[in-house]
């Protein structure tokens, strides 16, 4: 059991280093390592069914829209559900007719039902974050001259030092601010200055967000979210999740690992607030798919996030759940999957249906309000339809009367737009831009509209 808990931790560590060059054994070593691992996640997944008393879920339907099972894209079948759960109506039937209320009342009803149900608990034990700033160089993001802080955030862990969990980060502020700046934080990954992924097919290539944000004398950090969670099924007896249960496994309301990244999001905020090159009163959370579901959690449930920009963040994010359209709850709920939510999540994907549940994307995305929540997708004809761009803007939509409710602007119509009409006039935000799965060109929109908030 030892010998397994050491190679996962082993190829962790190899994912997370995207920089690693292989030469052809590491490759075959990484290749039976994997095999290890997956059978690891499949392991930890029946586990978790075992504890639920489920024998099996249904299967998604193929994100590959050639196949016999392939997702749903027709707008004329998205919408089998005639309601929606009412964010401002109490459990016991009572409406919300008052910010009052909706803090004091609603707001923690719902909380209560997305950590349970949804994205997990974060237990009550999880240890101090020690951050140490291991490497600062001089560096140049476009024409901008900039010094870029590479930071380790230590987990305590004296209660089970078997694992040992450290939080990857980088901090890039212009070299020539004057005072404390505001930072747009990622989710992502670490590559040398200058690294940009190549643009998907299809999308024009534009100035990173990096290179955009700095140009306007903001700063830029990018948080690794599996230097301390890694992103499957096996890794959950490791990392900040694995820490806490004494490497032992999940059960079923523990956090996931959206909600354990997002916990490491707020652990950098708490950086923020301790370094003087950084007005941590202006810190924005930014992801793209499963970081975009991570930037919606991290900002749903940490109130010194100011701004979110939350790209293609699809089901799990800001998408109705109990739209038949794109990538549904079965999906979510395989094998493959599980590990970003609470164990209870899986329920939803058999004997219960997405129908069966309390809460819906749009309730988190209420439960950012007032501050405001840009979402971003790309072109259904170039990103494809599995993100449901369409699912995302209702999200948008059906949060708005919380908005509302905190006399802010909710997104201004229910007219799905076309492509490229940015919605900006309010605290919700939408926009499709015309390429493929990123949030590259939609920072320019972004950033203007973030203009309006962080000065
Ligand atoms: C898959 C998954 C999505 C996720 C995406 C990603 O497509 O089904 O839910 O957002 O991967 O993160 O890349």
Redesign the pocket.
């Known amino acids: 059991m030892k010998k397994i808990a050491c190679l996962i931790t082993l190829v962790i560590a190899i994912e997370a280093n995207a920089q690693n060059r292989m030469s052809a054994t590491d490759s075959l070593r990484r290749d039976s390592l994997r095999r290890v691992m997956q059978q690891a996640t499949q392991q930890d997944y029946k586990d978790m069914l075992d504890q639920l008393h489920i024998e099996s879920t249904r299967p998604g339907p193929s994100?590959n829209p050639q196949a016999p099972n392939a997702a749903n894209a027709d707008e004329a079948k998205a919408s089998p559900y005639t309601t929606l759960p009412d964010p401002l109506i109490l459990k016991s039937g009572k409406k919300v007719t008052s910010a009052r209320m909706w803090w004091q009342q609603r707001r923690p009803e719902i909380v209560e039902e997305f950590d349970r149900e949804i994205y997990g608990r974060v237990p009550v034990n999880v240890p101090k974050v020690t951050w140490e700033v291991t490497s600062t160089t001089d560096t140049t993001i476009g024409s901008v001259k900039a010094i870029t802080k590479n930071l380790l955030g230590h987990v305590d862990n004296s209660s089970y030092p078997q694992i040992k969990v450290d939080i990857q980060m980088t901090l890039t502020t212009p070299a020539n601010a004057a005072r404390p700046v505001p930072v747009m934080m990622e989710f992502g990954f670490v590559f040398p200055p200058g690294f940009r992924f190549p643009p998907p097919a299809g999308t024009p290539v534009e100035k990173s967000g990096m290179q955009q944000v700095l140009e306007k004398g903001w700063g830029f950090a990018v948080i690794v979210p599996t230097s301390f969670q890694a992103d499957n099924g096996a890794g959950l007896k490791q990392g900040i999740i694995g820490l806490t249960n004494k490497g032992q496994a999940r059960k079923p309301e523990d956090w996931g690992t959206l909600r354990a990244w997002a916990w490491g999001a707020s652990r950098a905020v708490d950086y923020f607030e301790t370094d003087k090159s950084v007005d941590s009163k202006k810190i924005g959370i930014e992801g793209l798919?499963?970081?975009?579901?991570a930037a919606l959690v991290a900002m749903a449930y940490e109130p010194r996030f100011v701004i979110a920009f939350v790209g293609?963040?699809?089901?799990?994010g800001a998408k109705i759940l109990r739209r038949v359209f794109g990538?549904q709850v079965e999906?979510?709920a395989g094998s493959g999957?599980y590990h970003w939510f609470a164990g209870n999540f899986i329920k939803y994907a058999g004997p219960l249906t997405p129908n069966d549940l309390p809460v819906d994307a749009h309730e988190l995305i209420a439960l950012c309000a007032p501050r405001p929540v840009f979402i971003s997708s790309g072109s259904p004809t170039v990103e494809g339809q599995?993100?449901d761009a369409k699912g995302m803007f209702l999200g948008g939509v059906h949060a708005g009367p919380v908005y509302k409710l905190l006399r802010k602007k909710d997104l201004g119509t229910t007219e799905f737009p076309a492509i490229e009409t940015p919605l900006v006039d309010g605290e919700i935000a939408f926009r499709q831009h015309s390429g493929g799965h990123t949030t590259g060109p939609n920072w320019a929109t972004f950033l203007k509209y973030a203009d309006r908030y962080i000065k």
Do not use: H, P, Q
């Not at 798919?289 to 579901?293: F, Q, T």
């Not at 293609?312 to 799990?316: E, W």
């Open positions: 994100g798919s499963r970081y975009g579901k293609s963040s699809g089901a799990g990538e999906n979510l999957e599995w993100v």
